[in-house]
């Protein structure tokens, strides 16, 4: 792996963990990431990263700090129940805006964010065939979430996501 995708990956840790901070949730790193290692977890996004770092963003939460997550985002007060109809979007948004604060550190490089894929599911992995992704795990009080980058080595499929229920 190249430096410039380690740093990129640094400067997302950092953005995930103060974007979750900001909406008034404590985040810890998980000790237990080697257990969690190619699981996702309910809510998932995909970004995929292109021009002077090639590869993809996987942002994951647990189903009920994607609730909190929605609750805390939107300006409005919101029940439970209306948060799970938001929750989808907020994942989304949350990536982009975590990726968006990534790259603003990064410079003047030409780096560039595709529209987030978002998918639910529940006990799905990922398998790569470019190099081995780069993860971060985090536990909240309400649950956990990854941030995750996949270098892409050569142009080929970055991932495949795999329900395995």
Same mark, same amino acid.
């Given at each position: 792996? +190249?430096?410039?995708?380690? %740093? ?7 953005? $995930? ?13 998980? #000790?237990?990431?080697?257990? +969690? ?11 995929? @990263?292109?021009? *002077?770092?090639?590869? /993809? &963003?996987?942002?994951? &939460?647990? $189903?009920?700090?994607? =609730?909190?997550?929605?609750?805390? !985002? =939107?300006? %409005? #007060?919101?029940? #439970? %129940?209306? *948060?799970?109809? !938001?929750? &989808?979007?907020?994942? *989304?948004? =949350?990536?982009? &805006?975590?990726? /968006?604060?990534?790259?603003?550190? +990064? /410079?003047?490089? #030409?780096? !560039? =964010? ?5 998918? @639910? ?5 990922? +398998? ?6 780069? $993860?971060?795990?985090?536990?909240? %009080?309400? /649950? ?22």
């Amino acid at each position: 792996m +190249r430096q410039k995708e380690a %740093d990129f990956f640094s400067e997302l840790t950092i953005s $995930a963990e103060n974007n979750i901070t900001q909406l008034g949730i404590t985040a810890k790193l998980s #000790p237990q990431a080697s257990t +969690r290692e190619g699981n996702l977890d309910d809510y998932t996004s995909f970004i995929q @990263v292109s021009g *002077a770092i090639q590869g /993809g &963003v996987i942002f994951t &939460v647990e $189903a009920e700090l994607a =609730l909190l997550l929605a609750q805390s !985002y =939107l300006l %409005d #007060p919101v029940t #439970p %129940d209306e *948060a799970k109809t !938001y929750a &989808v979007e907020v994942v *989304a948004e =949350l990536s982009n &805006v975590i990726c /968006g604060n990534a790259i603003t550190e +990064r /410079g003047p490089h #030409p780096i !560039y =964010l595709g529209n987030p894929l978002i998918f @639910v599911a529940q006990q799905a992995e990922i +398998r790569t065939r470019s190099a081995q992704p780069l $993860a971060q795990y985090y536990d909240t %009080d309400n /649950g956990s979430f990854q941030i995750m980058f996949i270098p892409m080595d050569q142009e080929s499929e970055l991932a495949t996501i795999l329900n395995v229920q």
